[in-house]
């Protein structure tokens, strides 16, 4: 469980607080760094909130413009804030433990740091830490943060307390994975804090031809028994497609295991694996050089051919799949 009276100490003990997350900052990353202002602001101490990413995604954005609009909070820039940092400064990172993740790298710098996330750790894991909590069996850092806040009695206004369910949503692709009774609670405070679906929805709309290359990735899917495979060799693709096809895939009937295989560039191949539990599919990825986690691992191969990883893995998957 997280230590909120030691954060709470090290916040009191500083002279103002910098909040950050990782590059290409999702919802759960931002509703984590939100909760955290809250709870900074709440203590009676400065805080400010530090994102680079020159470009977010469409629902980032929609977050952003709210909170500016109804809070006035405006995110800055680390350039912005750098002549500000003293001794006394507080680094909060939330949502990554992976020094060449963070939104800028010289905030690596500031001596006194606080790191909470989710991720396994692995390499490049940032170091020199005050407090860290990285717990990977929980369902995302909003999550961890909410403790923080019912611990600390913090009170957040109802359109943070919405973005910060779309976190949680997002990372567990809605209440699916990684979600225990804890998930829930801190889902029902939210919606105690006054959280609205219907902003939720709202906020978490797609872009249609995302959609439209995910259903076509999904149209290919083999069958093995309890394996969906899907292995793509025309287009492209973000390895996060990858994986938001892969839990598609754990929906249909029988299937224990999906593994999605495609080019991430012209000549290196991504295979995104899911589990329900009963295959492990980290042991299957370390085949592959690959990591992660009993449910969910992944793994990038260089100059390899999409139809010659499948046919690797069909050979490693002999006996497991029934
Ligand atoms: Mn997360």
């Given at each position: 469980m997280i230590d909120a009276k030691k954060i709470e100490e090290l916040i009191r003990s500083s002279d103002k607080v910098l909040i950050t997350s990782h590059k290409n900052i999702d919802l759960d990353a931002l509703g984590s760094v939100l909760g955290l202002y809250f709870v900074v602001n709440n203590l009676g101490k400065e805080a400010h909130i530090v994102i680079d990413d020159e470009k977010c995604t469409k629902e980032v954005q929609r977050a952003l413009d709210t909170i500016y609009k109804l809070d006035g909070i405006k995110v800055e820039k680390y350039n912005e804030l750098k002549s500000e940092i003293n001794k006394n400064t507080l680094l909060i990172i939330t949502d990554t433990n992976k020094s060449n993740r963070?939104?800028?790298?010289?905030?690596?710098?500031?001596?006194n740091k606080i790191l909470l996330d989710h991720h396994m750790k692995n390499d490049d894991v940032i170091e020199d830490l005050m407090y860290e909590y990285v717990d990977?069996?929980?369902?995302?850092s909003t999550e961890i943060v909410m403790d923080v806040i019912n611990e600390l009695n913090v009170y957040i206004p109802s359109h943070i307390a919405t973005i910060m369910l779309a976190g949680i949503y997002v990372d567990t692709n809605g209440f699916l994975l990684k979600t225990n009774g804890n998930t829930h609670s801190c889902a029902s405070m939210l919606h105690n804090f006054g959280a609205d679906i219907i902003e939720e929805q709202y906020l978490l709309k797609q872009n249609y031809d995302e959609y439209k290359r995910r259903q076509e990735l999904i149209l290919k899917t083999e069958f093995y028994n309890n394996a969906a495979i899907i292995a793509e060799d025309d287009k492209v693709y973000e390895s996060q497609e990858l994986a938001k096809a892969g839990d598609v895939l754990?929906?249909?009937?029988?299937?224990?295991v999906s593994f999605v295989i495609a080019k991430?560039?012209?000549?290196t191949v991504g295979i995104s694996a899911r589990s329900l539990?009963?295959?492990n599919v980290e042991k299957i990825m370390a085949k592959f050089d690959g990591g992660g986690h009993k449910t969910f691992a992944a793994t990038q191969i260089k100059d390899a051919k999409v139809k010659e990883v499948k046919e690797q893995l069909l050979k490693y998957l002999k006996g497991a799949i029934k």
């Open positions: 963070i939104q800028n790298e010289q905030l690596l710098k500031i001596a990977e069996k929980e369902s995302s754990l929906t249909f009937n029988n299937i224990e991430l560039e012209e000549s539990g009963n295959i």
